[in-house]
């Protein structure tokens, strides 16, 4: 058997219990297995091992609720190309190419093989952001646009490159690294917990809950404790509150870019309304300090549950009447429907995840195929899956998820009675020569963390993945044969992170 | 259809603050913290050596708010010593003014020490270019809001545009990432003179959790004087309309 099983509610691994197989037994096997969509790789990373180098595989089996690891090593300066997986698979390039920035291993027919995001740790010190090889195509009617990587906006900063003929897009490559600020690198070279937590908590700040709660996950399962239920409805209701906070801020923003001011004022209050709630909960607007490793320091209160109830109502009322109003204007639906199509075949040999893949009609979501959390016992989780996989498809999902994220919260908060939770314990001794994975549905999609520790019980290696790592791929294609003035709104359905692929 | 418009309408309603300087935040909001020395300093010593940004030194006893991140840790720990009120009046001149000492009622604006030509110039129009160098993209979103229906600093003809060209001065969110430097410079060497720097939440102030990381790169701030010093993890709305206010002198402290 090349694979250990286990599951998203699992404690920690350890290392020793994960196959070490050859790299040829792995390739092919995976070579088969990916072809049937109920699999997909969570994460795929190397680290130093002594003098070797040690390389990870999760996969997930969505049919099965299953995760197999398995992992393979060689010698750290061996100099040998491994065929490529992305040369068959074009969801793992980002994980291929990240493998090779760090430590220089060559995958042999790797048709992709670009710079990342330009880690201060990269291998290869001549390769900088200012030489990112740009894709190019020559052609006399043919011009090329480069934007950022200061944007327009109040946004975060990544290069574009359009090849442009006359007004449509050719092609779009997007560069990134520009908010690399050494995240995953601060986890392993600290033991302060508390540090690290925060650190989860800034990894994508729009993000906030989802992100802490990984690394939450992660921690308690190093330390054999998992969160009891009632710490799980409470981050549940935190986890889709972040949910409607940020899928109401993008119906707003896709709002403003077609110049539906309406809908983009009563957006904007609507967010307010709801990151001030969670304000009102723990003192963040984002979250932050809500969610900590074995407890919470902001417990909910009977006071507390009842200024939720009513402030999810009403946004859901007021939110409504927005939606319906988007869906009764000719003029809003003209922009958004069959713009920036990205086909299911298309989403599934990328890698796409979370909500922008479900809008394509590919079913991935953690919630219903890895469960944790409420979703493990209380709530009977239906994904929302669309099928046109364009702007409008993304829009109408974000609509539905906003919904459905207040009944959950209604529907979790209507049985709920204040309980005694634990205080947060950033002391608890972890497993050593172990590793842990915790797999999240952000707002965006799928959230990984992994962490291994060493012979102490402390942090050896922290992975996180963002789902914007696989999603930014998708942008690219989706604005192929578009107007380039239709950029802003195929950028905004799917508003991925800088910061959270840059780590 | 106009009647579905008609029910957001009337829905939305009125959701402009009427007066920006009457704002209170709620109890649970994290701001200017107050800080109490006792006879057994222990709980600040503990509290000292848990901060994840080492914004807290026990002897003599201070807090670092361009350095802290609120996560409020500390006033748990050292309850007696430390206590965030909801106060968000915040920002200073002066990075100095930032380390909260025991006994301080408010942070000191240092007004003395704006440039005569910033509210000379700019009190009734101030155009900003903003720049994020690493930030978790929280501030930025908080930037955004002050712009928004309900903040609408806009009144005050404070605005984001997006030509450094069109700008007043730059506004840098994020510890500054090394990848980042150099389009920075670039950014505010386009700004034309007489031009301002405004540095935006905690990680901008001092690196924050990166202050030390090996991928930031700070020499900007060495290169040109800050005018405004905003903590905050994020800088909420009401701390950046608040400190601009004041370097505008369209209101002191």
């Not at chain 1, 099965?64 to 393979?72: A, D, I, P, R």
Request: proline share 5%; charged share 25%; with cysteine.
């Amino acid at each position: 058997m090349i694979y250990h099983i286990t599951d998203n509610m699992a404690e920690a691994i350890a290392l020793k219990d994960i196959p070490e197989v050859d790299y040829a037994a792995l390739y092919n096997d995976l070579k088969e297995r990916l072809q049937d969509e109920r699999y997909h790789v969570a994460h795929y990373f190397a680290t130093p091992d002594g003098t070797r180098l040690k390389f990870y595989m999760i996969l997930l089996d969505d049919h099965e609720h299953k995760m197999m690891l398995s992992s393979f090593a060689m010698d750290y300066y061996e100099d040998v190309a491994l065929p490529s997986l992305t040369a068959l698979h074009p969801a793992l390039h980002p994980f291929e190419r990240e493998i090779t920035e760090l430590y220089n291993v060559e995958f042999d027919s790797m048709p992709w093989n670009k710079p990342l995001r330009f880690p201060f740790n990269r291998r290869n010190r001549n390769s900088t952001m200012d030489n990112y090889p740009f894709y190019t195509i020559e052609g006399e009617t043919l011009h090329e646009v480069n934007v950022g990587p200061i944007h327009a906006g109040i946004i975060e900063p990544g290069a574009f490159r359009f090849v442009c003929n006359g007004e449509s897009v050719l092609h779009l490559e997007i560069a990134l690294g520009y908010q690399h600020r050494g995240a995953e690198h601060e986890f392993s070279s600290t033991t302060n917990r508390l540090r690290q937590t925060l650190l989860a908590e800034g990894i994508a700040g729009d993000s906030a809950v989802s992100h802490a709660t990984a690394y939450s996950s992660v921690v308690e399962k190093l330390a054999h404790k998992p969160a009891s239920e009632a710490l799980w409805i409470e981050r549940t209701v935190a986890l889709e509150l972040e949910r409607m906070a940020m899928h109401i801020a993008d119906t707003g923003a896709l709002s403003m870019d077609v110049a539906y001011q309406l809908g983009q004022v009563a957006c904007e209050a609507l967010r307010t309304m709801t990151i001030n709630t969670t304000q009102a909960w723990c003192g963040n607007r984002f979250g932050k300090g809500l969610i900590r490793p074995c407890g919470t320091n902001k417990p909910l209160t009977t006071e507390k549950v009842a200024m939720i109830r009513t402030n999810v109502a009403e946004i859901r009322r007021r939110y409504n009447e927005v939606v319906e109003d988007i869906k009764s204007s000719p003029s809003l639906l003209a922009r958004f429907e069959q713009c920036g199509i990205v086909p299911k075949a298309e989403m599934q040999r990328i890698g796409g995840v979370g909500m922008a893949a479900r809008a394509s009609g590919v079913k991935r979501d953690i919630r219903t195929s890895h469960p944790y959390a409420a979703y493990a016992s209380q709530i009977q989780h239906e994904s929302i899956v669309k099928r046109h996989g364009d702007v409008m498809a993304r829009l109408t999902m974000r609509c539905s998820e906003v919904l459905q994220s207040a009944d959950y919260i209604e529907q979790l908060l209507a049985t709920y009675t204040p309980t005694d939770i634990a205080r947060p314990d950033y002391e608890v001794p972890m497993a050593a020569e172990s590793l842990a994975f915790s797999l999240i549905e952000g707002w965006r999609g799928e959230i990984c963390h992994v962490a291994t520790t060493n012979a102490q019980g402390e942090i050896a290696t922290y992975k996180i993945k963002d789902p914007s790592l696989h999603n930014w791929l998708a942008l690219a294609i989706a604005v192929r044969g578009e107007g380039i003035s239709d950029f802003p709104i195929c950028n905004k359905s799917f508003n991925l992170s800088y910061c959270g692929h840059d780590l | 259809m106009i009647f579905p418009k008609l029910k957001v309408l009337k829905s939305h309603g009125w959701q402009y603050i009427p007066d920006l300087n009457a704002v209170e935040l709620t109890e649970e909001f994290r701001g200017r913290p107050v800080l109490t020395t006792t006879d057994d300093m222990s709980d600040v010593e503990e509290a000292a050596k848990i901060c994840p940004t080492q914004a807290i030194t026990a002897a003599p006893f201070t807090l670092d708010l361009g350095r802290c991140l609120f996560c409020g840790e500390c006033a748990l720990r050292a309850a007696k010593n430390i206590r965030f009120t909801n106060d968000y009046k915040i920002g200073s001149t002066s990075r100095e003014a930032l380390i909260v000492k025991p006994g301080d009622e408010s942070i000191a604006f240092c007004a003395e020490q704006v440039r005569e030509e910033i509210p000379a110039l700019f009190s009734r129009a101030l155009k900003l270019r903003q720049v994020s160098a690493g930030g978790d993209a929280s501030v930025e979103m908080e930037l955004n809001a002050t712009g928004n229906v309900n903040f609408d600093f806009g009144r005050y003809g404070v605005e984001f545009v997006a030509s450094p060209r069109h700008a007043d001065g730059v506004v840098v969110t994020g510890p500054i990432s090394s990848n980042m430097a150099e389009a920075l410079d670039i950014c505010y060497n386009s700004v034309p003179d007489p031009k301002i720097v405004i540095v935006c939440g905690s990680e901008a102030c001092s690196g924050g959790l990166y202050a030390d990381s090996r991928a930031v790169d700070r020499r900007f701030l060495e290169r040109y004087k800050v005018d405004l010093w905003l903590p905050g993890a994020p800088t909420h709305p009401m701390t950046f309309i608040d400190g601009v206010m004041n370097m505008l002198k369209l209101k002191t402290r």
